[in-house]
């Protein structure tokens, strides 16, 4: 995020200073664009995934009765 020098930062009120001055190297965003390519892939299965759970599964149930012996 880049702030312009002098101004009044609304959250705190106070004027915004310059800390460190560009060093005019730019970092390479390979890595960034990586993670950022990655993203909406992990949205689409995080929802499969939900969608799958959403759905009712059918239950099946097992009952074992004990035999009954009549003497």
């Not at 001055?21 to 892939?41: E, G, H, K, T, V």
């Amino acid at each position: 995020m880049v702030r312009i020098p002098e101004t009044i930062n609304a959250k705190c009120g106070q004027a915004v200073k310059v800390v460190q001055r560009w060093d005019s190297q730019r970092p390479a965003i390979n890595y960034l664009l990586r993670d950022f390519n990655r993203w909406p892939l992990n949205e689409k299965l995080e929802q499969s995934k939900y969608s799958k759970r959403a759905r009712p599964q059918p239950q099946i149930q097992l009952v074992i009765m004990p035999q009954v012996r009549n003497s």
